[in-house]
């Protein structure tokens, strides 16, 4: 049974970090990212809750959860008091999965579904800062006190529900394709972080990197093309590229993470995602 504790002010309880796998572009790998750095986080101790963001719901799938009737979609607008007619009576316990990788290693989940595609057109006539839904849910539940790692999986679009996962995020993390067509996708998102700190609604989320994933070694122009977007990305850390690497698409099938697997042709992904683990901590605490 989930329970809540109240934040006892006396004791130093560690903030826990929300991080967020974005980019506009689709098929880039948020999810894969996603689900395995959460999983590197478990396997250190961590305790790890994944947030699934994207009304495609793939991140909730590789947990093996079925889709069910309610999920964070209600838990959103029941956290919305102007949308009183739309609440359900639907809780965070009954939302919440805990779910147990291996033995050992403990992922909880806030799954998505299909109604989160209809949350901008749901939210779009309230009076109050339709951009700080998430932000404000993710503080009513202390759900910082509650875990050291929150990881967000982003949907590939632009609008209210990107918005809102980043303005509830610490940092953001970018997958992307290096090739020519990826700068535009990086972007347009890095307009959104621009817009949102001009705002100054809430405090900006801090650039936690650039993944290139997919990086194809067997293309002559692969490494010009990388090299020339590192270029553009400025000052921001960009992380060691994952190539085209069939144990993704073996893992994923099962349901997996690289770290479930002892064999030695994963043990080169593990240390990429603990790698990331490591920077993402740094870069969160600098
Ligand atoms: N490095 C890789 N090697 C092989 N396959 C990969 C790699 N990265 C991702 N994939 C595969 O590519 C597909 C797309 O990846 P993923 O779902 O993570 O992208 P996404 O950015 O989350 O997509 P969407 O925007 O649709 O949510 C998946 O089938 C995944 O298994
Ligand atoms: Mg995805």
């Given at each position: 049974m989930?329970?809540?504790f ?14 967020a ?16 750095l959460?999983?590197?986080?478990a ?5 790890v809750?994944c ?5 495609q719901?793939?991140?909730t ?11 964070i ?6 956290s919305?008091?102007?949308l009183k ?5 639907v809780?965070?316990q009954?939302?919440?999965v ?12 806030l ?10 057109l749901?939210?779009?006539?309230i ?6 839904i ?7 539940y ?12 982003g ?7 990107v ?16 090739d ?17 700190a001009?705002m ?14 997919l990086?194809?070694i ?5 490494s ?5 977007i ?6 921001a ?12 698409g073996?893992?994923l099938a ?6 479930q ?16 683990t490591?920077?993402?901590?740094k870069?969160?605490?600098?």
């Amino acid at each position: 049974m989930f329970s809540f504790f109240k934040p006892n002010q006396t004791t130093q309880t560690p903030q826990g970090k929300v991080i967020a796998l974005m980019n506009q572009k689709g098929g880039v790998g948020k999810t894969t990212m996603a689900f395995n750095l959460a999983h590197a986080f478990a396997h250190q101790g961590k305790k790890v809750l994944c947030l699934d963001m994207d009304p495609q719901a793939n991140f909730t799938s590789l947990f093996d959860v079925e889709a069910s009737d309610y999920h964070i979609h209600h838990l959103l607008i029941n956290s919305v008091k102007e949308l009183k007619a739309l609440h359900t009576s639907v809780l965070l316990q009954d939302v919440l999965v805990k779910t147990e990788q291996e033995e050992g290693v403990q992922i909880d989940l806030l799954p998505a579904g299909q109604e989160l595609s209809g949350f901008e057109l749901t939210v779009a006539g309230i009076n109050g800062a339709r951009q700080l839904i998430l932000k404000k849910f993710i503080e009513k539940y202390e759900l910082r006190s509650q875990y050291d790692v929150i990881v967000i999986d982003g949907p590939p679009t632009l609008g209210l529900l990107v918005v809102n996962i980043l303005c509830a995020t610490d940092g953001v993390l970018y997958p992307f394709v290096p090739d020519r067509f990826s700068e535009q996708g990086l972007k347009n998102i890095q307009q959104v972080v621009s817009d949102i700190a001009e705002m100054e609604i809430t405090s900006t989320p801090k650039n936690l990197g650039y993944i290139p994933n997919l990086f194809d070694i067997r293309r002559k122009q692969a490494s010009s093309d990388l090299t020339h977007i590192k270029e553009t990305l400025g000052e921001a850390t960009v992380y060691e590229a994952f190539t085209n690497k069939v144990q993704f698409g073996k893992s994923l099938a099962q349901r997996k993470s690289v770290f479930q697997f002892k064999s030695t042709e994963y043990k080169d992904l593990q240390r990429q995602f603990v790698q990331m683990t490591e920077t993402v901590n740094k870069e969160l605490h600098s």
